[in-house]
């Protein structure tokens, strides 16, 4: 081997260390990227943690031989499932003081895996972000070579470091790992939400895929998986084994956790299956000379994907980029030049990548974050699928949008009836997260529509739709549109004082701000007189809402603290109806405990 570890104590500390290996799988299936090798036995060795395994090997100057002998390791026990070593990844933690350790030199890892007979490309090796590392002093040097191998890196334990943002930028890692305590209580924390969803949005419009850590409830999951994460890692889906039979390439505990969901989200799959360009990709170590010919066979394409050797996208090559050399009079020599390289590496454009399952309005947002970008980089487990272009991205949020303006009321413009529905039978399958739903409808409407007309009614109910989109844009809400003067108003995740509060800023607003619809006698007058439902004249107040709200709240058990149905709900507001229109306020709250 290219590095010997001679030190007799070293060799009988490794002798009593062992790994084990925890899968890393898709949010959408639960097939596996790959696994990460955690070392195991450092307790029966002397030591607390594998860092300080490390510690102990820097102070006694073995650094270099002890973690590549650790990695010659984990690497030799995982290519004895021959199987796995073929189709999925094995990550590696690296600590980063092996890259300025004397006698430190790149190409260990391929040199190795070329005599086990295996491809770089299964290996990703993760630098932890809490690590103190410069990545101008060699590191991005580093990290190159790696690429230029086919070895992946990762950014570990993203977001509890020394770097942050500033190594998410430098380093332009192949995938970012979230830490568990960014993941931990994510379905209950706002903020933790919020961020997640920030830097994820951020590393798919680099190109970078998102591994969410430490996911060891269900609502984690599903949070996570909503919020646009790529893969899952932690004790839900499975704990490490050092047993090489448990290791699965599928795990079908993510199978069961998506069809017990029975509030997870819409995608746009089928449309964007439809949408996307099924460009033939090329491998990095395509020959220049051949782009000429690749892109006159591919002639509405104006960018070529390039993936390695396991389907992995790593860039898009831009056909402008190449145009100097087709309008050139040696173009085809230059391009065949070795002196300014071969192959396509140094062409490759980061471009934005998402999930097949992805919603669509991640999709938009992860284009429309990089003004430069050709299009969006489309991914099945990990892998390239297709592209889609900035025409075929219009052409499935044209499309999209025609498939929810057929349940979309064509007055107000807000979700109907089928919406409607969907969301209440999501939000009461909510178990950690309150839950609030509120029954909206005017007090007084008829008499204003028969004095007024219905093209002033209409007026009314746009002015309310209006402002319950406003209100909606709060985190966690929704709004609909029943038909007619009913309204509809949600919020998961959201506080009792906090949702009653939304609401009651609604219906004051809207109080005050219909009385401009009235003619000034009888604003001034605080009614207006019109026949009653047998004909008989009477007067009526101006108009107004009253909303009833059903809050349930959450158990931190994570069972649901309720179990009602629509119509237990619809019931509830029934019953209630009367004492809001009968309150000074128009606004009544009925709760539900578990």
């Known amino acids: 081997m290219p590095v010997e570890l001679d030190n007799p104590l070293w060799q009988q500390r490794l002798a009593g260390l062992d790994y084990g290996y925890q899968p890393i ?67 590696l933690n690296v600590d980063s003081r092996l890259f ?3 006698g430190y030199r790149s190409g260990f890892t391929v040199e190795l895996l070329q005599e086990i007979g295996l491809a770089p490309s299964i290996i990703c090796l ?17 990290f190159e070579q790696y690429r230029a191998s086919g070895i992946a890196v990762a950014i570990d334990d993203f977001g509890v470091g020394y770097a942050s943002l500033k190594m ?14 960014f993941i931990s209580g994510i379905d209950q924390d706002v903020r933790k939400r919020g961020l997640v969803e920030q830097v994820t949005n951020y590393a798919h419009i680099r190109g970078i895929q998102v591994i969410a850590e430490g ?17 899952a890692q932690g004790y839900r889906i499975a704990r490490p084994t050092t047993d090489l039979r448990g290791l699965q390439l599928e795990y079908l505990t993510v199978l069961d956790l998506n069809h017990a969901d029975r509030r997870r989200p819409v995608t746009s799959g089928p449309l964007m299956e439809e949408a996307i360009q ?10 220049r000379a051949d782009l000429l010919e690749t892109f006159r066979q591919n002639e509405t394409a104006e960018v070529i994907p390039v993936v390695d050797d396991r389907g992995r996208p790593l860039g898009v090559v831009r056909e402008r980029d190449i145009k100097r050399f087709a309008y050139s009079r040696f173009g085809s020599d230059l391009l065949r030049n070795r002196a300014i390289g071969d192959g396509v590496r140094d062409l490759i454009v980061t471009c934005p990548v998402c999930d097949i399952g992805t919603h669509i309005d991640r ?25 889609l272009s900035p025409r075929s991205l219009l052409k499935l949020v044209h499309e999209y949008n025609l498939a929810g303006a057929r349940d979309q009321n064509p007055l107000s413009r807000l979700p109907g ?78 506080g009792e004082a906090d949702v009653a509060d939304v609401l009651n800023q609604l219906l004051g607003k809207f109080r005050t701000d219909v009385t401009s619809l009235y003619d000034l006698e009888s604003r001034l007058r605080g009614h207006i007189t019109a026949k009653d439902r047998d004909g008989r004249e009477r007067n009526f107040p101006l108009l107004r809402a009253s909303a009833v709200m059903v809050h349930l709240p959450a158990r931190s058990d994570g069972h649901p603290a309720h179990d009602p149905s629509a119509e237990d709900i619809a019931a509830r507001f029934a019953a209630r109806k009367a004492d809001a229109k009968g309150s000074p306020a128009g606004f009544v709250i009925e709760r539900i405990h578990g």
């Open 25 to 91: 799988v898709s949010f959408r299936n639960g097939r596996v990227l790959g696994f990460e090798a955690l070392m195991r036995g450092v307790d029966t060795i002397g030591f607390k943690t594998p860092s300080d395994v490390f510690d102990a090997a820097i102070a006694d100057g073995q650094m270099v031989p002890v973690e590549l002998a650790l990695r010659a390791k984990a690497i030799r026990k995982f290519a004895q499932r021959r199987d796995l070593a073929t189709s999925s990844m094995l990550f």
């Open 278 to 287: 099924r460009i033939p990709p090329i491998p990095p170590h395509t020959a």
């Open 363 to 387: 999709i938009v947002e992860a284009f429309s974050g990089d003004s430069a970008a050709d299009g969006i980089l489309v991914t099945e487990d990990g892998r390239y699928l297709g592209f």
């Open 417 to 494: 009836n089928q919406k409607i529905q969907e969301w209440i039978d999501r939000a009461l399958d909510q178990g950690t997260e309150p839950v609030s739903i509120v029954f909206i409808d005017f007090d007084f409407f008829k008499p204003f529509n028969d004095t007024y007309g219905f093209r002033q009614g209409d007026r009314v109910i746009t002015m309310f739709a209006d402002m319950m989109r406003i209100a909606q844009n709060a985190p966690g809400f929704f709004a609909g549109h029943i038909g007619g003067d009913d309204f509809v108003m949600g919020a998961v995740g959201v």
């Open 100 to 102: 300025g350790a004397p």
């Open 215 to 231: 996911i060891e409830t269900d609502r984690e999951f599903y949070v996570c998986r909503d919020i646009g994460c790529d893969f």
């Open 126 to 142: 993760e630098l932890a972000e809490r690590s103190e590392f410069n990545l101008h002093d060699g590191g991005n040097r580093m």
């Open 168 to 181: 998410l930028y430098e380093a332009k890692p192949d995938y970012l790992k979230i830490d568990r305590f």
